[in-house]
């Protein structure tokens, strides 16, 4: 099992930045993906960054140029920084982790709220 505990989430206004962050613990493996999902409201959850243990980053398009994701030095961590937030950024941003043997594990999710 995994665990993963986010924080960083919280109210922010159109334009401002916000800096989330998950750690995993447990029985974490040192080939593995992390990232970051978000669900808005009445919509289905949807990959926003992901980041290999190489260092291997892929961004959906409505955030490439103003979220960076990146691992922490101890490479257990995982940050996203959200910069020119929209809006439409709003929702539930959930950490995941993808074991090197195919299994997945989520965290509590953090709320996510941008005003206009």
């Known amino acids: 099992q995994v665990q993963l505990v986010e924080s960083g989430g919280g109210l922010v206004r159109a334009g401002g930045s916000l800096r989330l962050s998950c750690t995993a613990s447990?029985?974490?493996?040192?080939?593995?993906?992390m990232g970051w999902y978000r669900q808005a409201p009445g919509k289905q959850r949807g990959s926003v960054a992901l980041?290999?243990?190489?260092?291997?980053?892929n961004y959906a398009d409505s955030v490439k140029g103003r979220f960076t994701i990146s691992r922490g030095d101890a490479k257990n961590t995982v940050y996203l920084q959200m910069d020119s937030l929209k809006p439409e950024d709003t929702g539930d941003y959930y950490c995941a982790y993808y074991t090197a043997f195919g299994n997945d594990y989520w965290g509590q999710g953090t709320q996510v709220t941008v005003s206009s």
């Open positions: 447990g029985s974490i493996t040192s080939i593995n993906t």
């Open positions: 980041i290999t243990n190489s260092g291997s980053t």
